[in-house]
C-alpha cells in the first residue's frame, strides 16, 4: 500500500544523532505507514555503513560525493511514494505522535501546501524557527543591525520574525527547513528544490514559490521536535556563513531580476558582504580572544 508519509533525511558526518533520529522514527505503535529515505552525502563516519546494518527497513541513497542539501533532497523526493513527503534534519529527535500530529495539521485545510513545527533545543527553550521572505528593505535593515536594535518593531523584525508569537499557529513565509511537511499535491505543483541553491535558500525558494502558487505555508506549535541544530553546517562554520551570502544573492538573481530590479540587487548585494564580513570578523575575533 502506499505510504502515508515518506520522510526524506540528507545526512553528512553526523552518524550517531541520524541513528538516534531514526530510533525516534521507527518506534513501534504508530498509525501511519512510513517510508524513510536517508541521503547520505560521502560522510566519512561510517553513517551508511550503520544505516544498513541497523536500519535496514530504510531506503539508503548513498552518494560518492557531497551533492549538497537540495540535490540530496531531490534525490529522497524523486524516490518518495507517499502522499505526503517530510524533509527533516539529522539533529533531531521525533517524539512518539508527532508525525501524526503533523500529518493531521496538515490535512485540516486542503490549501496547506508545507507545514513547519515548533523545534525545541536541548535547553528546552522554543528555538526561533520562522522567517519572513527576504526583501531588499529587511535585509538591510539586518545588514545596518536596526533589526537587533529594535527587535519589536514589526518593521525592522520582519526578516527574522522577530515579534513572532511561537505558541500560537499562524501562517508563515518560510518554516525551517529542519522539519519541513510538504503535500504531495503542492510538491507536484510546485516542483523540487532549486538545485541553484545547493545549501542554503533552497527551502525558501521552495516556499515563495508555493505562495505565488496560492498554497498556504503554516506554523504550528502543537507539533514540537528535539533540535539539536547545526550538526552539519557547524562542522564548516566560517564556509558556511559565506556560502550563506551566495545563496541570498542567488536568491535576488532569481526573483529580482532584470534592469527595473538592478538597483535594489545592488543594495542587497552590498547589505549581504557587509552583514557576512561583519560575521567574518566577530568570528575572527572571537579566535584571537579565545587564543
Known sequence: ??????????????????????????????????????????????S?????????????VANTGNAGYAEGNNQGMRVAEGRHTLLLNPDVVVPPGTLEGAVHALETDPKIGALGCRLIGTDGETQRSVRGFPTPGSILWEALGLSRLCPSSPVFGAYRMTTFDYSS???????????????????????LLDERFPIFFNEVDWCYRAKRGGWRIVYTPTVQIKHYGGASTGQVAPAMAWESRRGLLAYYRKHYGGLRYAPIRALATAASWVQAWRLAARRGAQRNHAA
Open 1 to 46: 500500500m502506499q505510504p502515508d508519509l515518506s520522510i526524506v533525511i540528507v545526512n553528512w558526518n553526523t552518524r550517531d544523532m541520524l541513528r538516534d533520529a531514526l530510533n525516534s522514527l521507527l518506534q513501534p505503535g504508530s498509525d501511519l505507514r512510513l517510508q524513510v529515505i536517508v541521503v547520505d552525502n560521502a560522510s566519512v563516519d561510517g
Open 48 to 60: 551508511a555503513a550503520m544505516v544498513r546494518s541497523e536500519f535496514p527497513m530504510v531506503k539508503l
Open 169 to 191: 499557529q499562524a501562517d508563515v513565509d518560510q518554516p525551517m527547513g529542519t522539519f519541513l511537511l510538504l503535500r504531495g499535491e503542492a510538491v507536484r505543483q510546485v516542483g
